[in-house]
């Protein structure tokens, strides 16, 4: 088990499928588990993605008080 933290939200995290993972390594989490490791380079990417979808997602009729607000987030390692 691992403490990961999705952009300043930090889960416990099991890593039996990724045992390789190391502190600062970034992963994919799904449903608690994380299944797959990734670069800095591709969570950047994935997170670039995702911060053009939720940008769409926030056209001019929203009323959201942090559409302003970037994207923050990513999955990293951190054991504890």
Excluded: N, W
Aim: charged share 25%.
């Amino acid at each position: 088990m691992a403490q990961v933290d999705f952009g300043g939200i930090t889960r416990e995290v099991c890593l039996d499928y990724v045992p390789e993972a190391v502190v600062g390594d970034y992963c994919i989490v799904h449903v608690g588990f994380a299944i797959s490791l990734l670069s800095e380079a591709e969570a950047q990417e994935t997170l670039s993605m995702l911060q053009e979808i939720a940008d769409l997602d926030q056209g001019p009729d929203a009323m959201d008080p942090k559409a302003d607000e970037p994207l923050r987030g990513g999955a990293a390692v951190s054991r504890g």
